[in-house]
């Protein structure tokens, strides 16, 4: 499994960007996908997960302004961002796991390089 991250890129504040992620390589009808960011000088966070059954979480910090989603198997994961905010700044990463109801960084085995999103006026 290959994951590959893009849509990253430069913002104002107030401003939206959609991430996607593409998986390539073989495909399972169970697992857990979801986005995480660390930015410069602070631990990697959760930021949203998504289940094959179409379960999704987020964190308290993005409640309301992001959305993950992903339409099948075989799409792309994808993280609407609205209303950002300069603590948005950071590196996105997409994850995989092959199971359901992964919600820690331990779950997953799969990471893609990372998206830089940028959040400046």
């Known amino acids: 499994v290959r994951l590959m991250e893009s849509g990253g890129g430069s913002v104002q504040p107030g401003g939206s960007l959609r991430l996607s992620c593409s998986w390539s390589?073989?495909?399972?009808?169970?697992?857990?996908m979801a986005w995480f960011r660390q930015a410069p000088g602070k631990e990697r966070e959760g930021v949203a997960t998504f289940d094959s059954d179409g379960t999704t979480t987020y964190a308290d910090s993005v409640k309301g302004r992001f959305t993950i989603s992903k339409d099948g198997e075989k799409d792309p994961l994808y993280l609407q961002m609205n209303s950002l905010t300069l603590e948005d700044t950071a590196t996105y990463y997409c994850?995989?796991?092959?199971?359901?109801?992964?919600?820690?960084?331990?779950?997953?085995?799969?990471w893609g390089q990372g998206t830089q999103v940028s959040v400046s006026s």
């Open positions: 994850a995989a796991g092959l199971w359901v109801g992964c919600r820690s960084a331990a779950d997953f085995r799969y």
């Open positions: 390589g073989p495909t399972y009808s169970n697992y857990c």
